[in-house]
């Protein structure tokens, strides 16, 4: 877009290319076509966030999403500018000095930890960093990842566990169609784990699988899905609640869980165990996890809420591998106010929130799981960035009448109009990747994966990356191959 028609719009950063962040640049690009400019900011040199680094390989149907972003980034007035870290490579007052708003949209990138000893044992991982890991993300690449065991316990009952159990039971040749990362792939190929258990602490009624995540764990191939049948008794608490919910999906995983337990298991190479509640006690070994600690859960209610609550029954599992999928956290950003109780940004419809007052912080607002929590799947970022960019519109409509009324400020009126990296002199700070750099990296992964017959084969290292986007870049310092960041 020509700097002059850049400038004459209202200057939006939106901090996080996930499907939050993309999903309310769209919002703000076509409900304003004409009036708004938005730069999308980064940390890594790719965007899409969990579309590329969240979602499993072998799921690529729910990648196509990247679909509906690729058409954002062709609207007027988008801009991405990845390798740049908010809070590290420039403030966030930095950025509300220069734009006339700031959407947050960082999501909830750290594991939860169960809290219990022995979790820092070599062997025992967050399911988002070995998501990260097998998905090819920089940061993850050299995690240690040692699948010498025989049997891995995952602790959790949804959709991420179903995901790392899959993972790590499904035939190495069927991951090799996948995008999955080459390091992660060569790791599966020499794993040695033959099972894998699912812990959760509640019971079946409870679980938090959708139900095609549930029915493709029956469909690993090679794999055989073991349920005894006790583990399905429901006690009255869990029979209470189903009634008074009349959940469908519930029932239907029951179902399922069901024909599982009818299945008997059978004689396949690989197993996958169900176990309900169970609560992770302590992880134990020596240098290393060499089995995790349970104890026996009764459910009851509790305000209308199923609730575990331990017995005085324990038991040991043994195993090499411990990974906790119990969902995640945000992590608070250097300036922007952070609520440590609940793990989100203090807000009222996607305003952000002064602790103190309680009173909107101006120009300041937040999007998806660092607004409301790590809760849904992708496409229910679409709603709530839809409140979101309602209120940056709506704010941004109030704020012109009164700013043309206002007296004249010689400073700010002579930079109002700038271009905010000129303000910030951010091309000056880092090595600055924009649209045209991700397409370059775009376009070699899927001529990589071309030859190999995959959907592409992943640059994971971050300096691979900016090489490839600078690729062709006349006289750039990283494109000649010298570092820098």
Known sequence: MPAAEREARAAVAVVGSGPAGMYVTGFLLRQRPGAVAVDVYERLPTPWGLVRFGVAPDHQNIKAVARAFERVARLAGFRFLGNVEVGRDVALSELLDVYDAVVVATGAPVDRELGIPGEDLPGSLGAGAFVSWYNGHPDYRDLPVDLSCERAVVVGNGNVAADVARILLSPPDLLARTDIADHALETLRASRVREVVIVGRRGPAEASFTNHELRELGAIPGCAVVVDPRELELEPASRSALARADDPTRRRNLETFSEFARRQGGHA????????????????GDRRVAAVEVVRNTLVEDGGRVVALATERTESIACGLVVRAVGFRSEPLPELPFDAKRGIVPNNRGRVLDPASRAPLPGLYVAGWAKRGPTGVIGTNKQDA????????????????????????????????????????????????????????DAAERERGRAQGRPRVKFSDRRDLLRQALAGVEHHPVAQGHERR
Not at 270 to 284: A, D, E, G, K
Not at 415 to 428: K, S, V, Y
């Open 386 to 441: 839809a409140e979101t960019a309602a209120a940056v519109l709506e704010d941004l409509a109030r704020q012109a009448p009164a700013e043309s009324q206002a007296p004249a400020d010689p400073v700010r009126s002579a930079d109002r109009h700038r271009d905010p990296l000129d303000e910030l002199g951010l091309r000056d700070r880092v090595v600055l990747i924009d649209y045209s750099g991700w397409l370059r990296i």
């Open 269 to 284: 190479e690989r197993r996958l165990r169900f176990l309900f509640r169970r609560s992770p006690l302590r992880i134990v």
